[in-house]
C-alpha cells in the first residue's frame, strides 16, 4: 500500500558528505512521522533522526551537528544531509514513514535499505 524507495548511499572517504533521500509512493492518506535508522554489522538497528510532519527534527547523538534532516511534504520524500562523515557511520541507512493508507490504520514502512561506506 505504501513503497519507500531510498538512494544517495555510496562510498566516500572520512569527511566527505553523502545526501540520501526516500520517496513514499502509493495510496497513502497522510504521513506523520518520517526517521533515518542504520544498522552496521553485527549491531542493531539504531535510530539517527526523525522529522514530524511539522518539520520538528530529532537526532541520535552521535550525528547531531554533522546530519540534517528534511522533508518536502509536497513530494512525501525525506532527505539526510550528511556532513563530516566517519568510518564508524558505516551502515545501511533505512528509511522509516509512519503513514496512514487511504485503506487502513496508521502503520510503519520500512525502504529496502542504502548503504554508506566511510572509509578512513
Known amino acids: 500500500q505504501v513503497q519507500l524507495v531510498e538512494s544517495g548511499g555510496g562510498m566516500v572517504q572520512a569527511g566527505g558528505s553523502l545526501r540520501l533521500s526516500c520517496v513514499a509512493s502509493?495510496?497513502?492518506?497522510?504521513?506523520?512521522?518520517m526517521g533515518w535508522y542504520r544498522q552496521a554489522p553485527g549491531k542493531q538497528r539504531d535510530l539517527v533522526a526523525t522529522i514530524t510532519s511539522g518539520g520538528i527534527t530529532n537526532y541520535a547523538d552521535s550525528v547531531k551537528g554533522r546530519f540534517t534532516m528534511s522533508r518536502d511534504n509536497t513530494k512525501n520524500t525525506v532527505y539526510l544531509q550528511m556532513n563530516s562523515l566517519k568510518p564508524e557511520d558505516t551502515a545501511v541507512y533505512y528509511c522509516?514513514?509512519?503513514?496512514?493508507?487511504?485503506?487502513?490504520?496508521?502503520?510503519?514502512?520500512w525502504g529496502q535499505g542504502t548503504q554508506v561506506t566511510v572509509s578512513s
Open positions: 502509493g495510496s497513502i492518506f497522510s504521513i506523520t512521522t
Open positions: 522509516y514513514v509512519n503513514a496512514r493508507p487511504r485503506s487502513g490504520p496508521l502503520y510503519g514502512y
